[in-house]
């Protein structure tokens, strides 16, 4: 198992910003590529993000593309995710990943318990 505590989720208007994290508890962090999913009820897991160990190879969904940016840290077993522009779609559980297989945009092995971001209008 690997550990993968997300935080930084919360209630905010449309139009703010939010700042996530997500700290990896595994030595084998700075040689991972991490990812954020999302997920709302009754829907499947949607990608949002992936960053390559040394934060190249960053990829968006065409959904947050220009509001969002992905961001790590090796030195402190960190990922970010700045959220900008919140918009009420946007609203979901934000989960942190890795141990990425590749086979599809999220088939990711790890998952952390998820942070709850809501956008109101």
């Known amino acids: 198992q690997v550990p993968l505590i997300e935080s930084g989720g919360g209630l905010v208007q449309a139009g703010a910003s939010l700042r996530l994290s997500c700290v990896v508890s595994?030595?084998?962090?700075?040689?991972?590529?991490m990812g954020w999913l999302r997920q709302t009820p009754g829907k499947e897991r949607e990608f949002v993000a992936r960053i390559a160990w040394n934060s190249a190879g960053i990829v968006y969904a065409d959904s947050v593309k220009g509001r969002f940016t992905i961001s790590r840290d090796n030195d402190k077993n960190t990922v970010y995710l700045q959220m900008n522009s919140l918009e009420p779609l946007d609203s979901a559980t934000y989960y942190c990943a890795t141990g990425y297989r590749g086979r599809n945009l999220t088939d990711f092995i790890y998952w952390g318990q998820g942070t709850q971001v809501t956008v109101s209008s």
């Open positions: 595994h030595q084998a962090f700075s040689t991972s590529t």
